[in-house]
């Protein structure tokens, strides 16, 4: 309850009608990025909190998948969000101030079937703003990674297929997968938001938000590599 105390009084709430502003942006379109950016600091006069929550994911096998997929794939998850974040950073920089909140995947942590570019995105995402961390933390920019578990949002049916422009909710399998999704323990999205503000107004660093099973897959994954790959070479070889 205390932490929650600390994330309202940091975090109070804005006037919708003047504290706000809705900009269309493309992730993949970087050179609008900058621009953007500084529509906004004009608007409001400086930025203090940049959150990267955009993204996709994926259900396919590597070798089903053409790269062309792959590759819009980390356009949006990987290269957007350092491309924004670029655009964002020399504004801080100059105040000496700011925070940089990142929503990554507990698959940041392991590799998974049928997510290999979704994994190799959050992968690149940790080494990215664990260094920009290092390199940005004399200077009193906080940077902060969110390595959710299982989130219930619409980006399960969105997910990207083997198929080009095809997304997994369009498809039959999708359809067939609905009783499987119904065994996942999802935290709902409010849920995910709440935890997420709590950390941003304690300036942690990395956080791991998760439901069980998931949080302890990424605890032996971080400290028991080679245990954790074994338990799951058995959970799939059940599973198929």
Do not use: C
């Given at each position: 309850?205390?932490?929650i105390?600390v994330?309202?009084?940091?975090?109070?709430?804005?006037?919708?009608?003047?504290?706000?502003?809705?900009?269309?942006?493309?992730?993949?379109?970087?050179?609008?990025?900058?621009?953007?950016?500084?529509?906004?600091?004009?608007?409001?006069?400086?930025?203090?909190?940049?959150?990267?929550?955009?993204?996709?994911?994926?259900?396919?096998?590597?070798?089903?998948?053409?790269?062309?997929?792959?590759?819009?794939?980390?356009?949006?998850?990987?290269?957007?969000?350092?491309?924004?974040?670029?655009?964002?950073?020399?504004?801080?920089?100059?105040?000496r101030?700011?925070?940089?909140?990142?929503?990554?995947?507990?698959?940041?942590?392991?590799?998974?079937?049928?997510?290999?570019?979704?994994?190799?995105s959050?992968?690149?995402?940790q080494?990215?703003?664990?260094?920009?961390?290092?390199?940005?933390?004399?200077?009193?920019?906080?940077?902060?990674?969110?390595?959710?578990?299982?989130?219930?949002?619409?980006?399960?049916?969105?997910?990207?297929?083997?198929?080009?422009?095809?997304?997994?909710?369009?498809?039959?399998?999708?359809?067939?997968?609905?009783?499987?999704?119904?065994?996942?323990?999802?935290m709902?999205?409010?849920?995910?938001?709440?935890?997420?503000v709590?950390?941003?107004?304690?300036?942690?660093?990395?956080?791991?938000?998760?439901?069980?099973?998931?949080?302890?897959?990424?605890?032996?994954?971080?400290?028991m590599?080679?245990?954790?790959?074994?338990?799951?070479?058995?959970?799939?070889?059940?599973?198929?």
């Amino acid at each position: 309850l205390h932490r929650i105390g600390v994330a309202i009084e940091k975090y109070p709430l804005f006037n919708k009608e003047k504290d706000a502003l809705i900009l269309p942006l493309d992730l993949t379109k970087f050179s609008t990025h900058t621009q953007l950016t500084s529509q906004v600091i004009q608007r409001f006069g400086k930025i203090d909190i940049l959150v990267n929550n955009g993204g996709v994911s994926q259900t396919f096998a590597v070798e089903e998948g053409p790269l062309e997929v792959e590759k819009n794939l980390l356009d949006i998850n990987l290269l957007g969000t350092i491309s924004l974040t670029k655009a964002v950073l020399p504004h801080m920089l100059e105040r000496r101030a700011g925070q940089i909140v990142v929503v990554s995947s507990v698959f940041g942590k392991f590799g998974f079937p049928r997510l290999a570019a979704y994994s190799a995105s959050k992968f690149g995402l940790q080494g990215y703003f664990n260094t920009l961390r290092f390199e940005t933390v004399k200077r009193n920019i906080k940077v902060l990674t969110v390595l959710f578990g299982p989130v219930l949002t619409d980006v399960l049916g969105n997910r990207l297929t083997n198929t080009v422009n095809l997304t997994y909710k369009e498809t039959d399998e999708y359809k067939q997968s609905r009783d499987t999704f119904a065994q996942i323990k999802f935290m709902t999205a409010q849920r995910s938001a709440k935890l997420m503000v709590v950390t941003m107004a304690n300036d942690l660093t990395e956080v791991w938000p998760s439901t069980q099973p998931s949080l302890i897959s990424i605890y032996m994954a971080q400290y028991m590599p080679s245990i954790h790959l074994r338990v799951f070479e058995k959970i799939l070889d059940k599973l198929t």
